[in-house]
């Protein structure tokens, strides 16, 4: 089953997220984590947010960032 990671930062409403996700993607398994290898694994990953995507990267650290920018670079 294909997976979609939702990064956790450990703020918002993450839980509306995944449910939304789970309502519009059925066949996809939806993970909320922090955990770099579930992110690194996922074939989708949801940065949630409200548009401030700049300061949230620059908050990110160690193997989670690396984990989030492989993803982005992979993105077509």
Same mark, same amino acid.
């Not at 930062?9 to 770099?36: F, M, Q, W, Y």
């Not at 949630?48 to 160690?62: E, F, I, R």
């Given at each position: 089953? +294909?997976? %979609? $990671?939702? /990064?956790? &930062? =450990?703020?918002?409403?993450? !839980?509306?997220?995944?449910? $939304?996700? *789970?309502?519009?993607?059925?066949? !996809?398994?939806? *993970? /909320?984590?922090?955990? +770099?290898? /579930? %992110? =690194?694994? $996922?074939?989708?990953?949801? #940065? +949630?947010?409200?548009?401030?995507?700049?300061?949230?990267?620059?908050? #990110?650290?160690?193997? &989670?960032?690396?984990? %989030?920018? #492989? $993803?982005?670079?992979?993105? +077509?």
């Amino acid at each position: 089953m +294909p997976r %979609i $990671a939702v /990064v956790d &930062l =450990g703020t918002g409403n993450l !839980h509306s997220v995944a449910k $939304a996700l *789970e309502h519009v993607a059925p066949a !996809h398994r939806i *993970e /909320v984590s922090s955990d +770099p290898g /579930v %992110i =690194g694994q $996922a074939g989708h990953v949801v #940065l +949630p947010g409200q548009g401030a995507v700049g300061t949230w990267l620059n908050a #990110l650290q160690g193997d &989670l960032k690396d984990a %989030i920018l #492989l $993803a982005l670079d992979s993105c +077509p």
